[in-house]
């Protein structure tokens, strides 16, 4: 059955996948745009924390800890997000639905191996500049995707270590219109990028029991600098205004841009956490990533600079009973966590930050292995200071995580 289910995903998944505009926020133009959350449902749910892992549950964010699974795990999940944009002037609301990931993970003794397709950064905003007689309206779409191909090893009990390598590709464009009062005729610029590069993830994952009951586990992961071959193309034309508000184009110019190499700062991880196997858990996160070398691609800003960005990350579950026969609320995972994160981006002298708290539930398939997760983050992202945006969110994520025996060795034929 699972078998089936993952080729009907796999070939919708695929094709809505790479059409899909991730994010409405203004700050997805800096850079390569927004950075996705790489991680699952449950993940997300305890604030992003990716140290713990187990048997039954797909970690994309440490790749040292496939070797934890028991079955074979197919994991699919997707996301609906409310975003409210606010300046001292006004405030509008928009909304996105996107799919989020697509993995599957692979058992084999002391090794393991998952393999998928997840989002890695997004760009899509409509933003307008307006003063006395001049009006600039700018728009971006697009973003990068990442193939990954994961394998981990047990060196021994407790210690796993990983790899896992990435094809990164897809396109950002961003476009400018410009109009003045009374005339007639206006300017239109489009700047677009066409990325490629492999990056690579590594990971270490260490379990120990501290009591008989209490077991304590610590995490790494560093993310080596990444190169990207950025083929960068730039369009200007005149463009007319029509009396009902759209225009036509009356000329367009190629300006011949040279192509860059454009790389992305390195990141390293370090978790720990402690808990009751089946029944609870709560740990924390801190990332650093060196982003005060980062530039835009093809254009550089003056109010704009790099500063480095870091993450914090609490959370935990809590399990009533996992294994009670007689109530279904008592088997349920409970989840929260918190989140706080410096991007890296200083606009105007003001840093741009956002923190989010979550919560969810995984809720078991009958008396099966697998669940279904569902949670919810609520949190905000920038400042109304100096001319800049806040952004209010609140996420709905759902997620499939589907479990089955694959290979199974016959004693009789």
Request: charged share 20%.
């Amino acid at each position: 059955m699972l078998k089936r289910l993952l080729i009907v995903f796999t070939l919708l998944f695929s094709v809505s996948f790479l059409a899909q505009q991730g994010t409405t926020s203004p700050y997805s133009f800096f850079g390569i745009g927004s950075l996705k959350f790489k991680g699952t449902v449950e993940n997300r749910s305890m604030g992003g924390l990716g140290v713990y892992s187990d048997s039954i549950h797909l970690n994309i964010q440490n790749p040292a800890a496939v070797s934890e699974l028991k079955l074979v795990n197919f994991s699919i999940a997707g996301s609906h997000k409310f975003n409210t944009l606010s300046t001292e002037q006004e405030t509008q609301r928009v909304t996105t639905t996107t799919l989020d990931y697509l993995a599957i993970g692979i058992p084999m003794g002391k090794f393991g191996a998952s393999f998928g397709l997840i989002p890695y950064t997004s760009s899509g905003y409509k933003l307008q500049s307006q003063s006395d007689v001049a009006t600039t309206q700018y728009s971006g779409s697009g973003g990068l995707n990442k193939i990954f191909v994961a394998l981990s090893y047990r060196l021994f009990k407790g210690l796993s270590v990983g790899i896992d390598a990435n094809y990164d590709f897809g396109n950002i464009e961003n476009t400018a219109i410009s109009t003045q009062e009374d005339i007639q005729f206006g300017t239109q610029e489009i700047n677009r990028s066409d990325l490629l590069g492999f990056s690579f993830n590594f990971g270490a994952l260490y379990k120990t029991m501290l009591t008989e009951e209490l077991e304590s586990v610590s995490s790494f992961t560093y993310t080596p600098e990444t190169d990207f071959a950025s083929e960068n193309s730039r369009t200007i034309s005149t463009i007319l205004t029509l009396p009902n508000g759209n225009f036509t184009t009356i000329d367009n110019r190629d300006i011949v841009v040279s192509d860059t190499d454009f790389t992305f700062p390195s990141q390293f991880t370090l978790g720990t956490g402690i808990g009751k196997p089946k029944k609870w858990f709560l740990g924390g996160e801190y990332t650093s990533q060196k982003t005060s070398n980062f530039t835009n691609r093809t254009f550089e800003l003056d109010n704009v600079t790099f500063e480095d960005a870091s993450k914090f990350k609490l959370g935990g579950f809590y399990i009533p009973n996992y294994n009670s026969f007689t109530s279904y609320w008592k088997r349920i995972v409970y989840r929260a966590g918190f989140r706080f994160e410096e991007t890296g981006i200083n606009i105007n002298g003001e840093a741009i930050d956002e923190f989010g708290i979550s919560f969810g539930l995984g809720m078991p398939l009958r008396r099966s292995f697998s669940n279904v997760n569902l949670g919810f983050e609520i949190g905000r992202r920038g400042t109304q200071n100096n001319g800049l945006v806040s952004e209010n969110f609140f996420n709905i994520f759902v997620s499939l995580s589907l479990n089955d025996k694959w290979f199974e060795k016959r004693y009789y034929d």
